[in-house]
């Protein structure tokens, strides 16, 4: 089963009377060959932290409630908002998200590619 994820991407100024504001809203619509929450996030104080890499994936539960429960500083959902005061940081940032979850695919794929299947080894001395 190959490995595909599905991102929306929502970017949107909200800037006010007050100050610029530029919204970066992400979602995970759908997902195959790998969990559905991709986003992760901090438990204490409970905020937006990266994308998940390969390894978050095993490592974090997708409830905040389960990491706490399991002694852990991180959790993973599948949806994050983010706010900049400045456009450039903002696409950064919507930029960054893209390209971490196509990394994420083809890192998860590989590693799954790598893991599936039978091979014979033969050992030997001398």
Same mark, same amino acid.
């Given at each position: 089963?190959? =490995?595909?994820?599905? &991102?929306?991407? $929502?970017? $949107?100024? =909200?800037? %006010?009377? @007050?100050?610029? *504001? +530029? !919204?970066?809203?992400?979602?995970? *619509?759908?997902?195959?060959?790998?969990?559905?929450? *991709?986003?992760? +996030? #901090?438990?204490?104080?409970?905020?937006? #932290?990266?994308?998940?890499?390969? !390894? /978050?994936? @095993?490592?974090?539960?997708? #409830?905040?409630? @389960?990491?706490?429960? &399991? %002694?852990?500083?991180?959790? !993973? =959902?599948? #949806?994050?908002? *983010?706010?900049?005061? /400045?456009?450039?940081?903002?696409?950064?940032?919507?930029?960054?998200?893209?390209? !971490?979850?196509?990394?994420?695919?083809?890192?998860?794929?590989?590693?799954?590619?790598? +893991?599936? %299947?039978?091979?014979?080894?033969?050992?030997?001395?001398?």
């Amino acid at each position: 089963m190959s =490995v595909s994820i599905t &991102l929306k991407q $929502t970017n $949107t100024d =909200v800037s %006010g009377a @007050e100050a610029p *504001l +530029f !919204r970066v809203e992400n979602e995970i *619509l759908a997902t195959e060959g790998i969990d559905i929450a *991709l986003f992760v +996030f #901090s438990v204490e104080p409970d905020e937006y #932290s990266h994308p998940a890499m390969p !390894r /978050d994936v @095993e490592d974090y539960p997708n #409830s905040r409630a @389960e990491a706490i429960n &399991l %002694g852990l500083d991180y959790y !993973r =959902v599948p #949806s994050a908002t *983010l706010e900049y005061e /400045d456009i450039t940081t903002a696409v950064e940032a919507a930029t960054l998200i893209q390209g !971490r979850m196509n990394y994420l695919a083809a890192a998860y794929q590989l590693a799954k590619d790598t +893991f599936d %299947g039978a091979t014979t080894y033969v050992y030997t001395e001398g």
